[in-house]
């Protein structure tokens, strides 16, 4: 297994880079108090999901992803603008669906709202369909490569000729610009072969879900070779749910308490009408499902229950502040410089992590990087 270069064998705390650690907006209808079971205090509104920023914001997290859904929730970029006047301090994390979007109009939204922001905005690019329309994995991600690439040169201030498979367009930047006057950081996630591709090729960021840390190791080693392959460099983030108690035991019984009132077919429902159900990263999750144990957990702590209700990242840390905080400097150890948390239901969740575990935590945000070199 590969260890991050600064992590010395003995894996202490201190000796791990800072990491960025950020809460989940449930702006896609998920938030649960059992898993399965919608609840209708719960459902996305302006003003639920304004309330989780604003505690998650209060708690002390560095950043928050505000998903993006066609089918369910709130639009996530009306929802962005909107929160960026209430908060002070807390970075967003905008997840945009490229293949319904118009990239020099979406440039100019997400440079619009980093301004309202105060230029604390980064992008969660998604290699989504246009709506009612479905195109090949491969397809699929080279026009995500090239939104990728429109969205940098417009929003680093330059001016954009691009004769593409997918848009042909020659295009001045907008007037608006960053506040940064750079594009912002474009985390991305994928585990296929032309998802890890397109991240190679485009991403700042490469997100993963859950896995056994060993598979981890292996992922962020591929990707890697494959960014310098392009004389590029990755940096990694983690998603994944989080159940921390006082104690393993409190904290066991509180995940299974999450799937008490589901039953298989309801949660093979849930999974079957994601729009990502069919994806390589979601069979993985499958798969890490099917491999546990009778109690759903795959390794020390990690327990693939979660993914029993939901598609996408299908797996939660469990135990106590130490066993929670252990793992994620497991991770860290690797590589993972960012992690995005979540919990059911996502308010209190967030309050107990943020009481047990965050303070334990040497993090910030993940600011982007400074490459200009500097005389010595």
Not at 96 to 107: I, K, N, T
Request: charged share 25%; hydrophobic share 45%.
């Amino acid at each position: 297994m590969s260890t991050h270069p600064h992590a010395a064998a003995s894996g202490k705390q201190e000796q791990l880079p800072r990491c960025e650690v950020s809460w989940f907006s449930a702006l896609c209808d998920d938030d649960y108090e059992f898993l399965g079971q919608p609840d209708p205090r719960l459902l996305s509104s302006w003003e639920h999901c304004r309330d989780i920023v604003l505690a998650a914001e209060s708690a002390g997290f560095d950043n928050i992803l505000l998903p993006s859904g066609y089918a369910l929730g709130i639009d996530t970029t009306a929802f962005a603008a909107a929160i960026a006047t209430l908060v002070r301090r807390i970075r967003l994390l905008m997840a945009v669906r490229v293949g319904e979007s118009w990239p020099p109009q979406l440039a100019r939204q997400i440079a619009t709202i980093d301004r309202i922001l105060g230029g604390r905005l980064a992008v969660n690019i998604i290699s989504s369909d246009l709506p009612g329309e479905t195109l090949a994995s491969a397809p699929r991600y080279r026009r995500t490569i090239e939104a990728m690439h429109i969205l940098k040169t417009l929003l680093n201030g330059q001016p954009l000729d691009h004769q593409g498979e997918f848009w042909q367009l020659k295009v001045e930047p907008p007037r608006i610009a960053t506040v940064s006057g750079r594009a912002p950081q474009l985390y991305f996630g994928g585990l296929s072969e032309d998802a890890r591709e397109a991240a190679a090729e485009g991403a700042d960021v490469y997100l993963m879900w859950p896995d056994r840390l060993e598979a981890v190791a292996a992922t962020l080693d591929d990707l890697r070779a494959r960014a310098a392959k392009r004389g590029r460099t990755l940096r990694f983030g983690y998603r994944v749910h989080v159940v921390v108690r006082e104690t393993e035991a409190e904290a066991r019984i509180a995940a299974d308490r999450l799937l008490s009132h589901l039953d298989a077919a309801q949660g093979e429902a849930i999974r079957a009408r994601s729009l990502d159900a069919q994806s390589a990263g979601v069979r993985r999750q499958a798969e890490l499902r099917e491999a546990s144990a009778g109690d759903g957990y795959v390794e020390d702590n990690l327990w693939t229950g979660i993914g029993r209700a939901r598609s996408g990242c299908g797996a939660a840390i469990v135990g106590d502040p130490d066993q929670v905080l252990a793992k994620l400097n497991a991770y860290r150890a690797l590589g993972i410089e960012a992690f995005i948390l979540s919990g059911y239901p996502h308010a209190a969740e967030a309050d107990l992590f943020a009481r047990h575990v965050l303070p334990k935590l040497e993090h910030g945000p993940l600011v982007e990087r400074d490459t200009t070199a500097h005389p010595a």
